[in-house]
């Protein structure tokens, strides 16, 4: 696969204010993907970048839901946006947290998850109607609040707004891809009623 030129190359953090290097060193510290995929452009505003990783830090790390749980929202997400940097980057993560390798083929390829308790269910239908239709029926959403809570269905939209957030980033900045772990999906087309 050829990749585009990223619009947002790293910047030599020498060249950087010190609020950039200030975030340089932050993103240093934790990310899965060194200072490649949305933290180009988050370093072009250190301020807001420093903001958005605020929000990825807590979200990622501090939510109280099974890590499962948040793998498979973020998959379902990546899959529904056809985010192939996002996909590659949780693929061995959501392995390795308990999501299988059939339900990430069945993201992949846009088909029902074979899906094997009720939190998991709910967690991808809520995701699933939020990533790819961007509308939320009462019916899933009343599934969502009786298997995982309120608290926790607040805390998966803030998820999915954050990744919905990272994916727009990803598609502006077009960076590198990471290395794949596993073969790349094939996402489907969407249907003209999900554009």
Known sequence: MT???ARFPEQPEAEMPQEGRELFARIRSFSLNGIGGPFGLLLRTPELGSIV?????????DTGIDERLLELAIMTHAA???DL??????H??????????EVLEALGRGTEPPL???????VYAFARAVSRGRSLDEATFAEAVAVLGEDRVATLAVLLGQYAML????CVARPALPEASAP???FPVPDAEEM
């Not at 990783?53 to 790390?61: A, I, S, T, V, W």
């Not at 061995?92 to 390798?101: E, F, K, T, W, Y």
């Open 3 to 5: 990749q585009p030129k």
């Open 167 to 170: 994916s727009t980033i990803l």
């Open 116 to 122: 094997t308790s009720d939190d998991e269910r709910a």
């Open 92 to 101: 061995a993560r959501a392995l390795r947290n308990g999501v299988s390798c």
């Open 80 to 82: 529904a946006w056809h």
């Open 53 to 61: 990783l605020d929000l990825g830090e807590r979200l990622r790390f």
């Open 85 to 90: 940097y996002e996909w590659r980057i949780h």
């Open 184 to 186: 790349d999906p094939e």
